[in-house]
């Protein structure tokens, strides 16, 4: 045989065996990296699912509280919380967003009552209280008002706050919201309240399913937000919202949607280093389990590569809807 033939260098040799493969490996999923999202709506002993999560289900304060109990102990940190807002308490100016005895108020002071540990992080936005089904108010021609907005957000703010909210997460997209919650949080004492600000937040086709899962599908029709959540074709764009979110005081920033943005997530994270989340959104769930359930794909397989591709491209947290499945595959 002669010498210089063959490879001196084997990438292959660390690939060979387990052992070798798990003390060489780079990134690791931990159910400590997993926020679950949830959806709370009125009355009780409610579970009903949405069609377009297989395996998603909107809950009743009574039966939130046993799912949230169940996700805590598989070691998940924390819950986002969304609301299913009844069509009569919707409204053009969302009114209902700041009521202290609203539906997410009262799901937060009894999540926190029973499980004071786990982390409750609740979404700053209109879009379920509004009867046009956008993020903000809107004028006569539908254009939704930066400022007026704001307005409103902070009173939401407030209110999940005092509730007692660990995280308030402004998902709205309107300028300048992230210094003005800041500001009023500070301003009432709240100080240790976190802020998870919705960044680099994209006009996504991935949302339908979410649209579905609030009720606010129908409320936006055809209609778009196209001018206040970012353009999927940039990316210089997403740095200069995260500087933004930071220098007005946000503690962590977030990127969504999640698979499609990955190189946003890198981004972000070798420039800012700052605490950055991903959140993988509806859509996304929605493929991967429909490829699952026809047999196409391995789900728990795809969802643990999809989940581990996170964390690769620097996410420190992910709001995915596996987090129990992924939770259960992580148990030691
Ligand atoms: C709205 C909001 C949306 C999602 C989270 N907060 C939808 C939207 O912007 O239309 C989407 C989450 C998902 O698709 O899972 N403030």
Redo the contacts with the bound molecule.
């Keep these: 045989m002669q010498i210089g033939q063959y490879p001196l260098t084997r990438q292959r040799r660390t690939r060979q065996a387990p052992f070798i493969r798990d003390l060489v490996q780079e990134n690791r999923l931990s159910v400590k990296d997993l926020i679950l ?1 949830v959806f709370v709506c009125e009355g009780s002993h409610i579970t009903k699912a949405v069609p377009s999560m297989p395996g998603v289900y909107r809950r009743s304060i009574d039966q939130l509280l046993i799912y949230a109990q169940e996700a805590q102990a598989l070691g998940i940190p924390a819950l986002a919380i ?1 609301p299913v807002i009844t069509p009569d308490k919707k409204s053009d100016n969302a009114e209902e967003a700041t009521n202290d005895d609203g539906l997410i108020p009262r799901a937060i002071r009894a999540l926190k009552a029973a499980l004071p540990d786990l982390g409750i992080i609740s ?1 700053v ?1 209109l ?1 379920p209280y509004t009867t046009s089904g956008q ?1 903000g108010v809107t004028n006569e021609n539908g254009y939704i008002i930066n400022d007026a907005t704001i307005d409103i957000l902070i009173k939401q703010a407030l209110s999940h706050a005092r509730a007692g909210a660990d995280v308030v997460a402004p ?2 997209m309107m300028d300048g919201r992230i210094r003005a919650i800041r500001e009023a949080l500070e301003a009432s004492g709240s100080v240790n309240t976190l802020i998870l600000a ?1 960044s680099a ?1 994209y006009a996504s086709n ?2 339908g ?3 579905d899962a609030v009720g ?1 599908a129908a409320n936006l029709g055809k209609a778009d ?1 196209y001018n206040y ?1 970012m353009h999927p074709a940039n990316s210089d764009e997403a740095l200069a919202e995260v500087a933004m979110d930071i220098a007005e005081g946000a503690d962590i920033v977030m990127i ?1 949607p999640g698979m499609p943005y990955l190189d946003i997530i890198y981004r972000v994270k070798q420039t800012e280093k700052c605490p950055t989340f991903a ?1 993988q ?3 996304e ?1 929605a493929m991967l389990k429909a490829a699952g359930q026809n047999g196409w794909l391995d789900e728990e397989k795809v969802m643990m590569e999809s989940l581990l591709a996170f964390k690769r491209a620097g996410c420190d947290a992910i709001l995915t ?1 596996f987090a129990m499945d992924a939770a259960r595959l992580l148990l030691p």
Excluded: I, L, N
Aim: hydrophobic residues 20%; charged residues 30%; glycine residues 4%.
């Design positions: 999202p969304f979404d936005a879009d993020d998902s709205d919705y937040k991935f949302y399913p979410f649209r606010s937000k959540q969504k959140y959104v509806s859509g769930y809807y």
